[in-house]
């Protein structure tokens, strides 16, 4: 979840919010990578989920990642609930699960970098005080009330209102974790070309990703419960969004679309005030009853676009957001697969070739049956091994043609970070058929045993 945003001052001029969206354009010599992912911290003797203060908790963590690696605190009243350093961030989602928001970075390879260095730092932390972190996109097996709600006013703001539309909202607060890749765009033409091939073919990183086959202690019946969870949370915030595809799509549709998201909430003075279920239509009137007679800032506007949620979103930038938690190699893999679609345009061409005589029915049924079936799924005639693979292979195509290098330039381009996701369709199984395999087998039905043998 986002942190409070600085967009700007007053918003005067209708268009201004618009504006703030295409302040992001960007040439393609600046366009960079930032990799977000989560993870659930538990105790290694009782394997419950992290209080947050502690001996052994979130705060603990926080605190030993301030004192021994650097990082500054970021503070909400009294309590520490970030860390920020070198245009990187550390915090919490709600239920004490631990997400980095990665700096913007310009290879894959230094963002890999980023991410292995901070779970290092993580894990050096976690074992000195008897902690260790998994990356799963549910919680295999705490139950809601196991969950702690993390101190802070959005949180507050948001578990009540939660309750009141969909089902699974608390679900996804507490008891979810997601990896997603936030890229640029060069122009309103290219966000637009960018965005439609990101929701048509975010049913691909969820498949491909999928890695939340247990809930409660037990099989879910789904690949990616994550996914499900989403799909059953707020039907004014999610979704895949089939307005997007629409002639005239652009960045004043986006506005549109944004404005008629009810609201949770504005941030001032440090606060959070509650505007739950208000409009931002009518705060741009001075008539919300949060704060009536009040207009909002550029920075209001910035926040309120943090609480849309579908599967792929536009603020300065474009997040993906259609994948589970998972293991340390898909971690860098994520980044390489949208990479590869999106910062060449050939690939981008040719991806957009594969999606673009799709209809709204067969892009939501590849949602849907991503998350039930992973790489068995099939919606609309289109079979998803074969999608997945034609896909990846458009990907490697896009990270070739970038051809950027590493390890000093003995490593000639990023292709090499696919190959978790190469071995996928190889074997046709994703992560949470591993996870069901052991489950079945060598498990035995011992759900406890995620822990030793998936954890960072």
């Known amino acids: 979840m986002s942190i409070p945003q600085s967009g700007g001052g007053p918003i005067e001029r209708h268009e201004q919010m618009a504006e703030y969206l295409s302040d992001g354009c960007k040439p393609k010599s600046d366009w960079r990578i930032g990799t977000e992912h989560e993870k659930f911290g538990y105790c290694k003797d009782s394997l419950k989920p992290l209080p947050f203060e502690g001996e ?7 605190e030993g990642l ?6 500054a605190p970021v503070m909400e009243g009294e309590h520490l609930i970030g860390l920020e350093k070198d245009g990187a961030n550390v915090s919490l989602e709600p239920g004490g699960q631990l997400e980095l928001s990665g700096a913007p970075l310009e290879t894959i390879h230094q963002t890999c970098d980023e991410v292995n260095a901070h779970l290092k730092d993580v894990k050096d932390i976690a074992d000195k005080i008897g902690v260790g972190f998994i990356g799963l996109g549910a919680a295999p097996i705490w139950k809601h009330e196991d969950m702690p709600l993390m101190p802070k006013g959005r949180y507050k703001l948001m578990d009540g209102y939660m309750q009141k539309v969909g089902t699974m909202g608390t679900t996804m607060m507490r008891r979810t974790c997601t990896v997603q890749v936030n890229l640029d765009f ?3 033409a290219d966000m637009v070309q960018k965005l439609r091939v990101a929701l048509a073919l975010q049913p691909v990183a969820t498949a491909m990703f999928a890695n939340s086959p247990f809930l409660d202690g037990k099989p879910n019946g789904h690949k990616s419960w994550r996914s499900r969870v989403w799909r059953d949370l ?7 969004l089939p307005f997007v595809f629409e002639d005239g799509f652009g960045f004043e549709a986006w506005v549109d679309y944004a404005l008629d998201v009810p609201m949770y909430f504005v941030y ?11 409009s931002f239509r009518d705060f741009l009137k001075g008539e919300l009853p949060a704060l009536p007679g009040e207009t909002p800032t550029l920075s209001d506007w910035a926040d309120h676009l943090t609480t849309v949620f579908p599967e792929a979103r536009i603020k300065k930038f474009i997040e993906m957001r259609g994948a589970d938690g998972g293991p340390w190699r898909r971690l860098c893999a ?5 990479v590869g679609l999106m910062y060449d345009q050939g690939a981008l061409d040719a991806a957009w070739d594969l999606v673009k005589d799709w209809n709204h029915e ?3 049924g590849l949602r849907v049956a991503a998350s039930e079936a992973g790489l068995q799924a099939e ?5 998803m091994h074969e999608l997945a693979r034609e896909v990846v292979n458009i990907a490697e195509a896009g990270l070739k043609a970038r051809a950027m290098p590493g390890a000093g330039g003995l490593v000639p381009d990023e292709t090499h970070f696919l190959n978790a996701l190469k071995e996928s369709l190889d074997s046709g199984q994703v992560p949470a058929d591993e996870l069901l395999e052991a489950y079945h087998g060598s498990w035995d039905g011992d759900l406890t045993k995620i822990y030793s043998d998936f954890s960072y």
């Open 56 to 62: 052994r908790s979130i705060k603990a963590v926080l």
């Open 66 to 71: 301030r004192d021994g690696h650097g990082w």
């Open 186 to 188: 060069g122009s309103e």
């Open 234 to 240: 707020d039907a004014d915030r999610t979704g895949m």
């Open 268 to 278: 001032r003075d440090g606060k959070y005030i509650n505007a739950l279920g208000q």
């Open 334 to 338: 994520l980044p390489a697969f949208w």
């Open 362 to 364: 067969t892009r939501q």
């Open 379 to 383: 919606a609309g005639g289109v079979k």
